[in-house]
């Protein structure tokens, strides 16, 4: 049984430049959540995917976007890239949006912004 | 707002000895869920144990433990018999029952020495 698993594993941009990041889920589950995780810093939560709609959102500006394709799968877009957009971006699914399931997490996706 | 803060960046112990995290948390919330996640520096994000607050009882997963304290809003993971293999990011993270985005603290570096 696969994991949850994301694309690519390292990633260089240089200023202003869009990115994609992508996701998919662990097997059975429909809703997925990244989160972006600043050097010596928590997670912090970007937003949720669920029935291929975004159903939360943390305080990230409208730069970053997202897309849920039928099959749970997941992407991350990020535009116009800032120095400071540079982190790990985890990707999490489970099943169902609520908080009693429980969350796993794929290997992420290292951002270098140059 | 909700919160996790970790007050320990770094903690030591040595192998066979018992260590203890501390997190404190800070919600209005009264149905919610205590996790501590393992991040060892392939940086995939393992769930080490959950604690349902409704629970009295003290989560317990083989040799990784908590300490629960509701009124105090206090999640502290002991860990016994440490292991070379423990050696690793420890995040605390909070979610609630209706959102299951997570809340993380900032972490807390774990030595394991001979």
């Known amino acids: 049984d696969a994991g949850v698993t994301q694309s690519p594993t390292h990633l260089i941009k240089t200023r202003g430049q869009q990115v994609t990041l992508r996701c998919s889920p662990k097997s059975g589950h429909d809703t997925v959540s990244w989160y972006q995780q600043a050097l010596g810093q928590g997670p912090q939560f970007i937003f949720q995917?669920?029935?291929?709609?975004?159903?939360q959102r943390g305080n990230f500006p409208d730069r970053f976007s997202g897309h849920q394709f039928p099959n749970y799968s997941s992407e991350l877009n990020v535009n116009a890239l800032l120095l400071g957009d540079s982190a790990l971006y985890l990707c999490a699914s489970s099943l169902g949006q609520w908080g009693d399931y429980e969350q796993y997490f794929g290997p992420g996706t290292r951002l270098t912004v140059t | 707002a909700q919160t996790v803060t970790q007050s320990q960046p770094e903690m030591s112990v040595q192998e066979a000895e018992t260590v203890t995290l501390s997190c404190t948390y800070d919600t209005s919330e009264s149905d919610y869920y205590l996790f501590w996640y393992k991040q060892p520096p392939s940086r995939q994000m393992i769930l080490v144990i959950r604690?349902?607050?409704?629970?009295?009882q003290n989560a317990t997963e083989n040799r990784f433990s908590v300490n629960f304290q509701k009124a105090a809003k206090s999640f502290s993971l002991k860990i016994s018999d440490s292991q070379l293999g423990d050696a690793a990011m420890y995040f605390c993270a909070f979610n609630t029952g209706t959102a299951s985005k997570l809340t993380f603290g900032t972490g807390t570096r774990l030595q394991v020495t001979l």
């Open positions: 995917y669920y029935e291929e709609e975004e159903r």
């Open positions: 604690q349902e607050a409704y629970k009295q």
